[in-house]
Nanobody, 124 residues
């Protein structure tokens, strides 16, 4: 069993930045961030694959968000810059206990563990 603990959400003005963190209690092979806004389905944001440190981004965040990791801390970070009101959502950290293909890293059902979610609010 892997537990994921997220932190770093909050309220920020449009154009501002936030950094989310997610620490895993056990071994994982890929980790990602998804988000869900009220009345919408959960959507992929970004993922990082440990085997080759490949990173993947949704088109809506590419160029503004950056996923990174700290191996020593078993932690991934999501640096979010140039935030927009449409980025507001509950952000969920997720982890896989197996590697993923490029397509697989984007798919929520492929992730085995999920964090509790952290709220990101962006004011216009």
């Amino acid at each position: 069993q892997v537990q994921l603990v997220e932190s770093g959400g909050g309220l920020v003005q449009a154009g501002g930045s936030l950094r989310l963190s997610c620490t895993a209690s056990g071994r994982t092979y890929a980790m990602g961030w998804f988000r869900q806004a009220p009345g919408k389905e959960r959507e992929f944001v970004t993922a990082i694959r440990w085997s080759d440190v490949s990173t993947y981004y949704s088109d809506s965040v590419k160029g503004r968000f950056t996923i990174s990791r700290d191996n020593a801390k078993n932690t991934v970070y999501l640096q979010m810059n140039s935030l927009k009101p449409e980025d507001a959502a509950v952000y969920y950290c997720a982890a896989r206990t197996a590697g993923c293909s490029e397509y697989g890293c984007y798919v929520a059902r492929g992730y085995d563990y999920w964090g509790q979610g952290t709220q990101v609010t962006v004011s216009s």
